[in-house]
């Protein structure tokens, strides 16, 4: 995947082209861009055939994790990857950890797994199960394996902990990816956690920018705090994924 | 007898007859477009098929599909329809709508409704206000939707009731029918039907066949069944009705029904048929197959990456598996609108090929092909070897 800056205004605003794209050839996307949601691999209410018709081609889709985790086995066994499944393979498919519409429950992710919620509830996820989730799934973009309870607003004990573990998880899952033929043309992205302390923020930033992930997702954003102190600590040249500015959908 | 009038808001053409049945596959001309019948008409009820857009349905090969005056006579109302210039352009819909009277849903989903001579009395449930729906009104407010075929206000009586109500209904039926006809304003535009009425009792279907046959309608309707009642009586009153009405003047067979009662139902001599099961059963997770159904949310579906049909051409047979939609069925609204546009697309297929069969005067053939797959152990339901024994069909 390539990002190249188009331009910048003044006041930060950027212009971008996101390229080679994988297995989509010399397709591109232009940022900023805004994915389409899906619940379960649907876009709710809509079949893929209305929403071709609003004129979006190729549109980028956004498939949290959680209620397709069930799915995990079935997709082993179909072997042609979720987009195949889900009649979306024509699309940039990006998979994250977490559904940013719904708040997850503080206080149950541990150190060596994350909790998802699934349709018939808790589903723990360590860094084998997940990578084995991508190698089924074979999205174009996966955010790697991040824990992002950063517990309660100022909290800077368990924003540590996100962070730290989500460090580590990013590690593991790099390492993965790396041997990985099947993930040979997908791209992982890595998570600023840290909640609303700001040191917290800026090591994770630090340190997940001197991995080589394509990108970074800003977690956390709809419980903890502004932007401002994250954005300047991400490399430029990479890209990032604003992961649901759309808070609180209660 | 009195001389055939030309309706101009209707033509009837019989493409072919079967030698051998009862069946007939002809060509309905209305105001919006031609109709091939033996054609099935889906439901859709407050003026959508749910979850269905007018494109997708016309994309199925439907051409002609239902609205119900009762639920739209309340919701959005008459008065809106003369402003708009009626259904089709409220909805978006360029093919042909029939409309029902607004008689059946009163009866059926209103708890406390009276029905005298001068018309149904009841308690309208949206806004708790006292209404008359006599004949006059069904044909004012269903002359504002503006449906290409419209139907009469008939006295309906629930088919497994029996006794002197039945009669009372089916001779309050032809008295509204006379109002209806006297009421009717856009004989240009729009085709009145008759309702045959009289349930169970061939004398009093007889009665009802006699006398509304002497009215000038451009086409009749068998109504009063498929309401719960015995199969075993059920296809009786059907080939009775077949057997007396013109056959330069299309049958319409109300509320059937299964693919087999469709099946069994053109060969007895009908044109033209509605029901909401096939997309009501969709919305539960159950799909249209050449061998019956198949209940998606089972748990045999969850490893199957075949599409529900291989031979089927719609869009979710083309695009998923049924280990998908086993996946999303009952959970995601998506999953209902992916299985109704393949059951639509499998009840247009079977009336296709129904048709076809019939022109090619194969339709014995298609018939006991279609059984057997329905029925593979050959345990055919004994009504459907009495009707078709009637019409010269033996099922091997």
């Known amino acids: 995947m390539k990002f190249s800056l188009r331009s910048v205004s003044q006041r930060g605003g950027r212009l971008a082209t996101i390229s080679e794209l994988g297995r989509h050839g010399d397709k591109t996307v232009t940022t900023p861009m805004c994915l389409v949601f899906t619940q379960a691999g649907t876009i709710p209410h809509l079949t893929n055939d209305m929403v071709q018709k609003l004129g979006k081609h190729a549109y980028p889709v956004h498939l949290p994790l959680p209620l397709l985790l069930e799915s995990h086995e079935i997709l082993q066994k179909y072997s042609n990857g979720i987009g195949d499944f889900l009649a979306l393979k024509h699309h940039l498919l990006y998979l994250s950890v977490q559904d940013s519409t719904i708040r997850p429950p503080e206080g149950f992710n541990e150190k060596s797994f994350v909790s998802l919620w699934g349709r018939s509830g808790r589903l723990n996820v360590d860094v084998d199960k997940f990578m084995s989730v991508q190698e089924a799934f074979k999205p174009d973009w996966y955010q790697a394996l991040c824990d992002s309870d950063a517990g309660k607003v100022g909290s800077r004990k368990r924003a540590h902990k996100s962070v730290e573990r989500t460090l580590a998880y990013l590690d593991r899952c790099l390492e993965k990816h790396k041997e990985s033929e099947v993930l040979r043309h997908s791209c992982i992205f890595g998570s600023i956690e840290g909640g609303s302390v700001a040191e917290e923020r800026e090591l994770s930033a630090k340190e997940t920018a001197k991995r080589p992930v394509a990108g970074f997702v800003l977690e956390g954003l709809d419980t903890n705090g502004p932007l401002d102190s994250v954005l300047p600590l991400c490399e430029n040249g990479k890209k990032e994924i604003i992961q649901s500015i759309l808070v609180d959908s209660k | 007898m009195s001389a055939p009038v030309n309706h101009s808001a209707l033509t009837l053409k019989v493409l072919a007859e079967c030698s051998v049945t009862k069946a007939r596959a002809c060509q309905l001309s209305l105001p919006h477009s031609v109709v091939d019948t033996p054609v099935f008409m889906p439901v859709g009820t407050q003026g959508s098929l749910k979850g269905i857009t007018p494109e997708q349905l016309e994309n199925s090969g439907c051409q002609i599909m239902l609205g119900n005056t009762y639920h739209l006579g309340s919701n959005p109302g008459a008065e809106l329809f003369d402003k708009v210039g009626g259904l089709h352009k409220f909805m978006g819909w360029k093919r042909n709508l029939l409309t029902d009277s607004g008689g059946f849903q009163m009866v059926s989903l209103v708890a406390l409704s009276e029905v005298t001579e001068e018309g149904v009395r009841f308690s309208n449930p949206y806004d708790a206000k006292d209404m008359l729906l006599t004949p006059e009104k069904s044909i004012e407010i269903q002359n504002s939707i503006g449906a290409d075929i419209i139907m009469q206000l008939d006295d309906v009586v629930s088919s497994t009731i029996s006794g002197p109500r039945v009669e009372e209904a089916m001779g309050r039926s032809i008295r509204w029918l006379d109002r209806c006809i006297e009421a009717h304003k856009k004989t240009k535009t729009q085709n009145l039907f008759a309702i045959i009425q ?199």
């Open chain 2, 198 to 396: 009289g349930g169970l009792d061939s004398r009093l279907r007889t009665i009802c066949l006699n006398e509304m046959s002497k009215r000038n309608v451009p086409g009749f309707a068998i109504g009063g069944l498929s309401g719960g009642e015995d199969k075993n009586d059920f296809w009786k009153m059907v080939t009775l009705s077949t057997d007396f009405l013109p056959k330069h003047k299309p049958r319409y067979l109300m509320g059937v029904g299964f693919p087999v009662d469709l099946v069994v139902c053109s060969a007895l001599g009908c044109d033209m048929f509605d029901c909401v099961y096939p997309t009501r059963t969709a919305r539960f997770g159950t799909a249209l197959i050449p061998t019956g159904k198949l209940d998606l949310k089972k748990k045999g579906c969850a490893e199957d990456f075949r599409p529900i049909d291989e031979n089927c051409s719609c869009s979710t047979c083309r695009q998923f598996t049924r280990a998908y939609l086993h996946t999303i069925v009952t959970k995601e609204t998506v999953a209902s609108i992916l299985l109704t546009i393949h059951n639509i697309q499998y009840q247009m297929d079977l009336m296709r090929s129904i048709k076809e069969a019939i022109i090619q005067d194969k339709y014995p053939e298609f018939v006991n092909d279609f059984m057997q797959k329905q029925f593979p152990t050959r345990n055919y339901p004994e009504w459907t070897v009495d009707a078709l024994a009637s019409v010269n069909i033996k099922l091997s």
